[in-house]
């Protein structure tokens, strides 16, 4: 993304920070996976969004009306032994050069100048509890500063939280943002048909995770949005289920619900189908509802709707749908009204979706339900999960769980389906099954 994109979002934070304030961003901290082997790093949501700064080790501090720069940089120095054994640094040259910084230091030297910057402030945004050794060291500072009362030396004596004014603004997708998006949610799209494809009785869960592995980093996103989940059978029914270690059966469902990060965006896409490529009539049954219940909720992502417009669509649709099969039994205005349908579908039907997978932004704006506005992006994700546990379950709907799953972007004057390439009704999921095969 252009560093001039970054530019403008500082700005504009730097403009509700105004003079007086001093925000501060740490990025995430580097984790160990065990011993002396490192999980790979990946940056903090909030810095990397006013950055794109990708190394460890750095802090972003704003501080608008600063003279000498309002932008402030903490991170590596250059280091030839340090490159040498784990790769470039950019360096304090590349912080102000690439990455827009007006001020650059090594990390090494923030406990000597944050205090100082943080002198004579009147407000400090920050996010506390994210970071609690950061916490710490803050509040260290802090107590630096307040020892300096008798030189005429002020702390700070308002914490606002960063998070509240970086969030709002995430929420908002730029054109450059939804660009990455939808390449993202592409990327997913064929994975998810490329498992599709390669799906067959016998195989384990694992191997189609490694298909939609090795799809996401072939066409260049690195790493997944979340762990993949691929369950087959009773599996579908656990809603998070990773171990994805089972057989695939003959007869039996798929649930994949796989999405990919590019360049710290996510995608986030579920696919349910039949194991051996062949709904059975159960299992189209319910998959008709699901699919009709995600149509429905689609189609209230719009502006001026409401957030939870698309989950009470989805939830009449099923409702009434699991009264056609059977399931449940009685009026179904009655029965949506009494939640009869949540011991089969109990969880909401989207989030927020952005740099993370449950993206950040409020649902309500005070005690009403947030408007839907251009530029959001969300998931619509109905299902039904009919577990053998369920009081009353005919034996016939015994490990039929089905979730669909698809990205959407709020656009001017309705929406945009951006997972749109992954096979989704029964003719289209059986046909590229069955095109597979005869391959």
Known sequence: MDKREYARRRKRLMDMVDTGGIAIQPTAP??????????????????????????????????????????ILFCREKDPEAETWHGRRFGLEGACELYGADDAFPISDLDDILPGLLENKERIYYTMGRYLDFDQRLMGWLNRVSSKGRAGVHTPDQFNSLAHYVHEMRLYKSREEIKIMRRAAQIAAVAHRRAMEACQPGMYEYQIEAELLHSFIQQGARSPAYPCIVGGGANTCILHYTENTEPLKDGDLLLIDAGAELDSYASDVTRTFPVNGRFTPEQQAIYEIVLEAQQAAIAAVRPGNGWDDPHQAAVEVITKGLIDVGILKGRWRTLVKEGAYRPYYMHRTGHWLGMDVHDVGDYKVGDEWRTFEPGMVTTVEPGLYLSPTL????????????????????????????????PKTIDEIELTMRQASAA
């Not at 810095?47 to 501090?61: D, K, N, R, S």
């Not at 009081?391 to 309705?414: C, P, Q, S, Y």
Request: with cysteine; net charge negative.
């Open 30 to 71: 580097e984790r160990i996976r065990n011993r002396d082997v490192y999980y790979p790093f990946r940056p903090d949501s909030d810095f990397h969004y006013l950055t794109g700064f990708p190394e460890p080790e750095a802090v972003l501090v704003m501080v608008p009306d600063r003279p000498q720069g309002e932008c």
């Open 391 to 422: 009081k009353g379950l005919a034996k016939r709907w015994w490990n039929i769980g089905i979730r669909i799953e698809d990205d959407v972007l709020v656009t001017g004057d309705g929406h945009e389906v951006l997972s749109a390439g992954a």
